[in-house]
């Protein structure tokens, strides 16, 4: 079934021991929707200024993303720029301009309103909230921050928690948001602000997953989860690798049926790949041409890099 | 089969944020023995002063280890203090005192050189070669090995490394060791070093084993193994997590009769269940009071916390 992410869509500036991109397209739902067009249909609620043309559009495009959602307007589209040379694992952001994102304000267009999964990518939680409410009627609702909206915008990502069925953050982000060191006990605290589930990311460690009273009430398995990921010999462009964990994640939830125990743990290891796939090279150029063929084999690396038999 | 450790038998004084020892057993062969005695016997060459009597000695007895190669001088036992108050995951090392330790020369007793595998413990790498070569029929050797060997004695730790079959230390050491801070990269280094098989301890986050060409030689498979480590709310002492881990993995391999991949990445799960034991409690305390179904139900943990079915 659809999916509808909205967030942000943006050009990159990027530096890493690879090489440096000077602009190349980004942005979280960028990332998250190339990521989970491999597994369903995308539907995508951003803003754009003028130098977003036709070749941008085309990357979301000629993947089958629905584009009818991205705003276009006069001025210059969000930019980011980051480098990756002292830390592979954390950018260091060198320059933001909001640009046009500074007065975005999200609308639905017609058309999509029957989407059932809604994915909130990391903006504004007032922007989260608002979208949120918008869309009463999904089924299942995950969502994406960061530390900047947690320790200045508490309140308002409070309202956005309330209401979310998986937050998918990382280690820093649920310890900064907890208020508490031990991952575990930061899982607990997070999981009684609202959400059903939690899926922590760790980089090159893979992710857990935690599960509240309420994830599956007809199953007593409370275990946690903890999906690998992928040992790499070089790690080109780590720019969007959480994104395309949480496309590959919420992209396989939104293709089943019916999210199980079994759905839930299979979609972590479909975010590692879709993760893994992304950092190969710079910024969306991995994800804009994979087959399902190489997600299934890669599907398969991760089972025996974590499987007993 | 029969295990012969040499390493420390040392006293310690740990503080962590769930409290303070000032003096309790530790040292690195103590933690491996009493994990792998749960698995198969376990033999141990050390040496200790006249603090270390009959109440310590019986720490290791209860389980059943053999101690006769525990040599027993005039003066005190090893003693290290360490703080975890900073960094849970990386012991602040307050006081080293090698004591008895500083002119250890390490006797093979009569009896302990039927031994089939062999676990050189983090010391000095002359001793680990001196053992090394005094037991020329060991069928399995594995070792451990830290930062300080690393930097200041390159050379004597080259001649362990040689006659390796695996090798287990922490990402830092290994990143170390190969002069290269991407994992992948520094595993293929240190296994060009002599090591047949590496395994990297990531603490909370598991454990990653890679394969040298000579590994498996009946098998194609060349996948690295990632075992998952147990989430826990409390760790209450880090203390000896790593020879913990290594005593599980090797022990478990010792008690089967033959190495294959699978045995291996059992052995990559027990290290794990015997290192989340470890760390449960103060020192060595939680390690000395377990039975084989409390293992074996972790082990089943460990199973559902990583598999997909």
């Not at 070749?55 to 009818?68: F, K, P, Q, W």
């Not at 990502?157 to 006990?185: H, P, Q, T």
């Not at 398995?221 to 720019?239: G, M, S």
Request: proline share 6%.
């Amino acid at each position: 079934m659809s999916i509808l992410v909205v967030g942000s869509v943006a050009f990159d500036a990027i530096e890493t021991p690879s090489g440096t991109r000077d602009r190349c397209l980004g942005g979280a739902a960028t990332y998250f929707a190339l990521a989970a067009s491999y597994f369903t249909p995308v539907r995508v609620i951003a803003v754009v200024g003028e130098d977003f043309g036709p070749a941008e559009e085309s990357v979301l495009t000629l993947r089958g993303i629905d584009t009818r959602g991205i705003e276009h307007v006069p001025g210059k589209s969000f930019f980011w720029s980051g480098s990756y040379m002292k830390n592979l694992n954390e950018a260091q952001t060198l320059n933001t301009e909001l640009n046009v994102f500074q007065s975005f304000s999200p609308k639905i267009p017609p058309g999509y309103d029957d989407s059932e999964y809604l994915f909130l990518a990391n903006i504004d939680p007032l922007l989260q909230a608002d979208v949120r409410a918008k869309m009463p009627k999904v089924k299942m609702v995950c969502g994406d921050t960061m530390n900047y909206w947690i320790r200045d915008h508490a309140d308002n990502l409070a309202r956005v928690l309330r209401n979310l069925d998986a937050l998918l953050i990382n280690d820093g982000e649920a310890k900064m948001l907890a208020g508490e060191n031990n991952l575990v006990r930061a899982a607990h605290k997070i999981l009684s602000m609202g959400p059903k589930a939690l899926v922590v990311k760790h980089g090159e460690y893979g992710a857990t997953s935690f599960f509240g009273d309420t994830t599956f009430p007809d199953h007593a398995q409370r275990t946690p989860f903890r999906a690998p990921a992928l040992p790499l010999a070089e790690v080109v462009d780590p720019t969007g690798a959480g994104d395309s964990f949480a496309g590959g994640f919420f992209g396989y939830i939104a293709s089943q049926p019916r999210l199980t125990p079994a759905v839930f743990r299979r979609a972590m290891f479909y975010g590692g790949v879709m993760g893994s796939f992304a950092v190969e090279r710079f910024g969306t150029e991995r994800l804009q041409q994979l087959d399902r063929k190489e997600i299934e084999d890669r599907f398969a690396l991760f089972r025996q890099l974590s499987h007993l038999d």
